[in-house]
Each structure stands twice: as C-alpha cells, then as structure tokens.
C-alpha cells in the first residue's frame, strides 16, 4: 500500500484526488499556469477533505497562496 506524504496525506483515502488533479491540470494549462488557479483547486480540495473530517495540513505556505 502506497504511503502518501504532504499537506493531504490524510485526505487522499477519504477523498480520492484524480479528478482534482485532472481539472487542475486542465485549468492550469487553459490559464497558462497561473497561480492562483492552483491556489483555488487546492482550496476547493481541502474544504472537501475537511467536510468529510480529514485534517489537512498547511499547503499554503509552501505553495505561496
């Protein structure tokens, strides 16, 4: 079993990331990779893990949102 690391290891087996990550690399290469399309798919991804109660830990400050 893979063991995940980062801000969302507790949330991938609540909330499974593929489609998350599938729409934001769509958005992103629409956008030409502006940041602050990353910054609101992680968001959007962090309120949904933490709605099914997993803890997220800080993203933001690593990623500069």
């Known amino acids: 079993k893979k063991s995940f690391q980062g801000p969302f290891r507790a949330c991938h087996n609540v ?4 489609d998350f990550y ?3 690399l769509s958005d ?8 602050s399309i990353l910054c609101q798919v992680l968001e ?3 309120a949904t ?3 099914r ?5 800080d993203w933001k400050t ?3 949102c």
């Open 49 to 51: 893990c933490q709605k």
């Open 28 to 35: 992103l290469c629409l956008s030409d990779g502006t940041r």
């Open 22 to 24: 599938r729409n934001c």
């Open 15 to 18: 909330v499974k990331p593929h």
């Open 44 to 46: 959007t991804y962090t």
């Open 62 to 64: 690593p990623l500069g």
């Open 53 to 57: 109660g997993a803890m997220v830990h």
